[in-house]
């Protein structure tokens, strides 16, 4: 592994976004300076397929000593970020995708994952690995690909084989199950009050098979798993990160939480603390999804904060190793 500053190890545990269609100047410092992992890029960084290609072209010209992550959310359904804004076609919903044989879905994700390269992305949000449990669920709905385990793992598998054929990273989502809630983490605080039984039985599932096939990352959902007896968001719980996923599940990819700019941590917690107590929780990889004035001055509070505790210390070069490794293996600077 290459040998990492502390500082340079703190900027690999962070997916930022940003605003307008240019990457900014201080998060281009801030780049080729090792001090960010990667990019997430949205509808408003998106005005036609010239604009994004010259934009993910600028990031991977920086030739910086450690691959920058570029993301995306390309679900398909409600949540797609290339559509007709760079002359595609609309993607179908997770649940329409849920009709297909397993062999057409493995052929749509490759599909989807060569457009999704096409355009210079190397790590896609997806698949959804919830179970569409509750019809009241604001947030997840049509984002499943069914209403059992069994229905969701038929094509959530399919979808990670095709992307991992064309080398594009996968993330399942939302560990540990945002599927039968009642309320969109983005607004307020969702409550999960099942047992540890029904959600190893259920919710735990497709996780499971994502596991077994190999997937590279999870991401965490910010939601209280009430029921077994935790008090903190999931995506701060040692309890759901190390105990239940690392350790029952057997995950030992890397661990990305939600955006924390989502009102489930930002209305509890200030962003150091979180990603503080994230990072005890056992998350590698965090997302900032918008905000410059939380992703710059905390990175450099992170180092701060590990230069005073040797434990976190011990954590932020585990994390930033286990993500240089993933990098290591899909991507290089030299990406085309």
């Not at 691959?67 to 609309?90: F, H, M, T, Y």
């Not at 698949?127 to 947030?139: E, F, Q, R």
């Amino acid at each position: 592994m290459t040998s990492l500053t502390l500082k340079q190890a703190v900027g690999q545990l962070f997916i930022v976004g940003f605003e307008g269609t240019r990457l900014p100047i201080p998060l281009t410092g801030a780049l080729m300076k090792d001090e960010v992992g990667g990019v997430i890029l949205f509808r408003r960084n998106i005005t036609d397929a010239a604009q994004l290609l010259a934009l993910t072209q600028s990031i991977r010209d920086l030739k910086l000593k450690f691959s920058p992550w570029i993301a995306v959310d390309q679900e398909g359904g409600k949540v797609q970020r290339l559509a007709e804004n760079v002359g595609l076609s609309k993607r179908p919903s997770a649940a329409e995708i849920g009709r297909l044989s397993a062999d057409e879905t493995f052929a749509y994700a490759r599909d989807l994952a060569k457009e999704v390269r096409h355009f210079g992305f190397n790590l896609n949000f997806a698949p959804v690995l919830d179970i569409h449990t509750n019809p009241d669920n604001p947030i997840i709905g049509d984002r499943a690909y069914g209403t059992t385990p069994q229905a969701v793992i038929a094509h959530a598998i399919p979808m990670i084989n095709g992307f991992l054929a064309e080398g594009l990273v996968p993330c399942g989502k939302h560990f540990p199950g945002h599927g039968d809630t009642d309320t969109d983490s983005h607004l307020d605080t969702p409550v999960v009050r099942h047992t540890l039984d029904r959600l190893r039985n259920i919710e735990f599932k497709p996780f499971e098979a994502a596991i077994e096939a190999k997937i590279p990352m999870i991401m965490t959902a910010h939601i209280v798993m009430q029921g077994i007896g935790e008090r903190f968001p999931s995506t701060l719980s040692p309890l759901v990160v190390t105990d239940l996923l690392r350790k029952s599940l057997g995950f030992e990819g890397v661990i990305v939480s939600d955006d924390l700019e989502m009102n489930a941590i930002i209305d509890n917690y200030s962003c150091l603390k979180a990603v503080l107590l994230g990072l005890r929780a056992g998350v590698d990889l965090f997302l900032i999804c918008k905000s410059q004035y939380l992703w710059a001055p905390l990175c450099k509070q992170v180092v701060e904060e590990a230069k005073k505790d040797r434990e976190l210390e011990r954590r932020i070069f585990e994390s930033a190793e286990r993500i240089l490794a993933l990098k290591n293996t899909f991507l290089s600077t030299t990406e085309a």
